[in-house]
């Protein structure tokens, strides 16, 4: 019999397809619901809101990404490579979420999650580019975390090491070129 841990498990299953298929403003409490065989009541059960899922799904991997910007931030022995490699472990701890967010423009424009992502990113422009970043640097900084997220969300690195360490090599050679 399932209880209600697995409803809820069944639930963020359930959202993380949909919204990752169809977007997080297509998918309503309902098709969530129907999804699971559960009542729009079990639902608010479980998440007060839509909203409240949307922040149980993203939180996991801002809150990692923060864990490894302050590592770095305090830390700087490792260097680009380190920052780098750390956060790509990070994106592909949390695959499905990476591919959902990359791709869903109601979600990076969302006030408290948009605001969320934008200052991750920030963060980590700024480890990439110390100092005075200009444009140019500010731009290829960009460019280079996004060779990170576009293998993960376009699933070219599933347990593949050779994969992994082609990415990080390029994004690494990306970085180093920094002007």
Not at 2 to 18: E, F, K, M
């Amino acid at each position: 019999m399932s209880t209600a841990v697995n409803r809820r498990d069944d639930l963020l299953d359930a959202a993380i397809i949909a919204f990752v298929d169809r977007g997080y403003e297509a998918t309503s409490v309902a098709d969530l619901a129907d999804a699971t065989n559960l009542s729009k009541a079990a639902f608010v059960y479980h998440f007060s809101s839509k909203e409240d899922l949307l922040f149980e799904l993203a939180g996991p991997l801002l809150d990692e990404l923060d864990a490894v910007a302050d590592r770095h931030e305090n830390d700087l022995a490792e260097g680009v490579g380190g920052i780098l490699a750390d956060y790509l472990d990070a994106l592909c701890a949390h695959r499905q979420v990476v591919e959902w967010l990359d791709g869903d423009k109601s979600v990076l424009n969302h006030g408290d999650l948009g605001a969320r992502l934008d200052t991750n990113n920030r963060r980590f422009h700024e480890l990439l580019t110390p100092g005075q970043p200009t444009k140019a640097t500010r731009a290829q900084a960009s460019a280079v975390l996004g060779m990170l997220w576009r293998p993960v969300r376009n699933g070219y690195l599933a347990d593949d090491r050779k994969s992994r360490a082609a990415v990080l090599d390029a994004a690494g050679a990306a970085a180093t070129m920094m002007v």
